[in-house]
């Protein structure tokens, strides 16, 4: 018998992570990523849990608990599938969760090493303080890094820099900049009507502080219920797209449980490409 493809087992290892740490059914029937308030959401993420086997019966974890294996199983997935692609995305790569809340985080990377500056000056006048609010603050919950090159790398082809050019390239380690923030990825297990727009207005921090290029902006989550994911997914110009951790599952929920009106607005998300699939995350990184 034939071996899965490459994806197909990183995916189903992603679910199985989150069928042992997240992903439950509780005594009453009811997934830990559903609105127990919500009868269709209940029923597409039962559906969901039970395409994806689900087998654990426990008490729905605290928020925060959830948020962060949720967190831990998508920095794992995007790591394990996203490292596989050097043949497409060559470069020296880092991905890796951002363990605190560190409004600054972001700051370590080349874009955004400027914002240091502007964080010292706001402390030191209030005016300036109150002016700017806390636009400039950033907080991914995954980042995906690349490292800056020698110019031994830059020239192994064929000599193409010296001293005399290519001085203020952001990629040239010579040049003494920072590695490059080339995604930042924010985690949402559920979305909520009152934290629905957050991934947006970090997304346009993102958009609105960098300095060089903008890194990908990306969204993955576990919510069942089409029209809260159409909250953030729909419209373009601040989020890449929005990744569900369980695409396929989802919409074989939805036209079994005979969601006209939900089938008819995942279908627009996703022929419209604002809505993907988990899997296709690692290729999407690799353009």
């Known amino acids: 018998m034939a071996r899965p493809a490459g994806f197909v087992q990183d995916r189903i290892d992603y679910h199985a ?3 042992k740490n997240v992903l439950s059914i509780d005594s009453n029937g009811v997934p830990s990523n559903a609105d127990k308030h919500n009868a269709n959401s209940v029923r597409i993420s039962l559906g969901i849990a039970q395409r994806l086997r689900s087998e654990v ?3 729905r974890l605290a928020g925060q608990t959830s948020g962060s294996r949720f967190e831990d199983a998508c920095a794992d997935f995007v ?32 874009q955004y090493a ?19 609010g806390s636009d400039y603050t950033i907080t991914p919950d995954i980042v995906v890094v690349r490292d800056t090159v020698t110019d031994k790398q830059i020239n192994s082809p064929k000599p193409l820099v010296d001293e ?6 952001s990629i040239r380690k010579q040049n003494g900049g920072s590695a490059l923030l080339h995604a930042s990825i924010s985690c949402k297990w559920t979305i909520r009507s009152d934290r629905a727009q957050n991934s947006r207005s970090e997304a346009l921090n993102l958009i609105r502080n960098r ?13 069942p219920i089409p029209a809260r994911l159409a909250s953030i997914a729909l419209g373009t110009g601040d989020i890449d797209c929005v990744y569900h951790f369980a695409l396929h599952e989802l919409r074989d929920t ?34």
Do not use: C, Q, Y
């Open 17 to 19: 992570m989150l069928l």
């Open 57 to 59: 019966e426990s008490e």
């Open 79 to 110: 790591k394990t599938t996203f490292l596989k692609l050097k043949h497409l995305r060559p470069g020296e790569w880092d991905i890796h969760k951002v363990g605190n809340r560190d409004s600054l985080a972001i700051a370590k990377f080349e």
């Open 114 to 132: 400027h914002l240091i500056a502007l964080d010292r000056a706001t402390r030191d006048n209030p005016e300036l303080a109150a002016a700017l």
């Open 164 to 169: 005399t050019v290519a001085n203020l390239a």
């Open 211 to 223: 300095k060089g290029r903008l890194p990908h902006i990306m969204v993955v989550t576990a919510e």
């Open 254 to 287: 939805v036209v079994e449980l005979g969601l006209h009106d939900a089938f008819e607005l995942l279908s627009i998300m996703i022929d419209g490409k604002r809505l993907k699939d988990i899997s296709d995350l690692p290729l999407d990184l690799a353009v």
